[in-house]
């Protein structure tokens, strides 16, 4: 079942140029959906990750919303304030899942 984003999506990704750009940029985006997911997971606000890490809420903000780039240790602190450990690989590159 589609709605009318994924219908928009799927013919502006057509354009080669608009589907280059959206693949260059999807770790990015699945880096803080992952972020998100996991304080929500964890039950905390952005002020309680905040409070736990030292990290001001306005700068765990600014990730949440892609408007800056956290180093490695930066996610190491997140991940350690909600109890978890943070976890990069390197996989295999998949063909475009985008049709």
Excluded: C, W
């Excluded at 984003?5 to 770790?27: A, V």
């Excluded at 998100?36 to 990730?63: C, F, N, P, V, W």
């Amino acid at each position: 079942m589609s709605n009318k984003f994924d219908d928009f999506l799927k013919e502006e990704l057509k354009d080669p140029e608009i589907r280059e750009e959206y693949e260059r940029l999807q770790p990015e985006h699945a880096l803080i959906q992952a972020m998100i997911d996991a304080r929500q997971k964890s039950g905390m606000t952005q002020k309680e990750l905040a409070d736990r890490t030292g990290i001001a809420q306005s700068d765990i903000s600014k990730l949440e919303h892609g408007n800056a780039n956290p180093s490695i240790r930066t996610l190491q602190r997140l991940a350690k304030g909600m109890g978890m450990v943070l976890k990069i690989e390197f996989a295999q590159e998949q063909p475009s899942m985008i049709k």
